[in-house]
């Protein structure tokens, strides 16, 4: 009862620090000018954009609303249609929260503490930001995170929705808002947005593929993966380890995908063939054009990692390697833009995968899916 008071007290707090009039009213002021970005669309020629944010504290919400005007404002300069920010970006907010640079700094050092061990006498309270608060940490510290979220998502979902609702609105155009962790029907889940030109919602996905650190947190896997139509094409968001499994991608461009965005948050240190597992291989396996925002930077000890760019079919970019723009750097505050063309998937053939046996595959699935497990121990995103 004693902890309900004090997230009560905290909900009230923070209610009155992140009201969406307030929030509405400060987007507002910038007296942005609507863009013409949509006001003609030739799908042979879309103009997308992708963010690579630097981590950061967000104190109060002038402080978020600037940092994401910031970004949007450029890429709309540059005739960007589509704008793509990274995962966990909606998390950021939590940095309005009281004493959260001291509870970072307590997580600094656990997490320290927990890299000087070896793996195997490690408890799985000391996993990577010393943040494991599941089931096991339930038992002993009594703290359920789905309930306490449950306090804080009006909070969280007001600042990150209202922010993206209004610069969507206010430039007139599509903008993926990346993910956030929210609390919904009693389950923690990693939701990515995308919002359309005129501020409403268009769609949400949840997270299918968990990392470790997202399940000893206490988050559950999105159950679908869904397909939004839009003015620009047909769009999918999957999130971050979605991209490492090649299903993923199937089963969107089987829902007809034409543009697959993916928002990281990859907590390594940068290597490329690490990185080579995720959106490149998934947009050449399936015809598709791919997108990736990528949180970066280091915040408290936790270390985020990877290159934001744009990605097509091999056959469809210049120098045949895959890549039709990408951040030249993967620990700073970047962004690019570049245009597609829709109406070349339409044409476009890969002889690699143009020959399939439906009846061998008949043979082994849906079992083999049964049979093997994967380990997300491997992968950190």
């Not at 808002?177 to 919602?201: C, H, M, Q, T, W």
Request: hydrophobic share 40%; aromatic share 10%; proline share 4%.
């Amino acid at each position: 009862m004693k902890s309900e008071f004090l997230l009560r007290l905290l909900q009230k707090y923070l209610y009155r620090k992140g009201k969406r009039e307030k929030i509405r009213d400060y987007v507002r002021s910038k007296n942005i000018a609507r863009s013409r970005n949509l006001s003609e669309i030739d799908k042979r020629n879309i103009v997308v954009a992708v963010v690579q944010e630097k981590a950061a504290i967000m104190e109060n919400y002038k402080q978020y609303v600037d940092t994401m005007y910031g970004f949007t404002r450029k890429a709309v300069d540059k005739g960007a249609q589509l704008i793509s920010f990274p995962e966990e970006n909606g998390t950021l907010v939590l940095g309005m929260l009281p004493l959260i640079k001291p509870i970072l700094r307590v997580a600094q050092i656990l997490n320290r503490k927990s890299a000087d061990k070896p793996p195997e006498s490690r408890s799985r309270a000391e996993t990577p930001a010393g943040m494991d608060l599941g089931e096991s940490e339930k038992k002993k510290t009594g703290i359920n995170l789905a309930y306490v979220f449950s306090f804080l998502t009006p909070f969280i979902t007001s600042v990150f929705e209202t922010t993206f609702s209004e610069l969507a609105r206010s430039f007139g155009v599509y903008i993926m808002a990346g993910s956030v962790i929210i609390e919904d029907k009693g389950k923690l889940v990693n939701r990515a947005y995308l919002f359309g030109p005129d501020g409403e919602i268009v769609g949400t996905q949840d997270k299918t593929h968990l990392v470790e650190m997202e399940m000893d947190l206490g988050l559950s896997a999105g159950e679908r993966l869904q397909v939004f139509a839009t003015k620009l094409g047909k769009i999918a968001f999957p999130v971050c380890m979605d991209a490492t499994y090649f299903e993923t991608f199937k089963i969107l461009k089987q829902q007809g995908a034409q543009i697959v965005i993916i928002p990281i948050a990859n907590m390594e240190e940068y290597n490329y063939y690490l990185a080579l597992r995720g959106i490149w291989p998934r947009v050449q396996e399936s015809g598709v054009f791919g997108l990736k925002s990528s949180l970066v930077g280091e915040l408290y000890g936790i270390r985020f990692s990877g290159k934001a760019g744009i990605f097509a079919p091999l056959g469809l970019t210049p120098a045949r390697d895959g890549v039709i723009a990408e951040t030249a750097s993967f620990d700073r505050n970047e962004l690019v833009c570049a245009s597609i063309d829709l109406t070349r998937l339409d044409s476009y053939a890969d002889t690699y995968f143009s020959d399939q046996n439906p009846e061998l595959y008949k043979k082994y699935l849906p079992d083999v899916y049964h049979q093997v497990k994967f380990s997300s121990t491997e992968f950190s995103s």
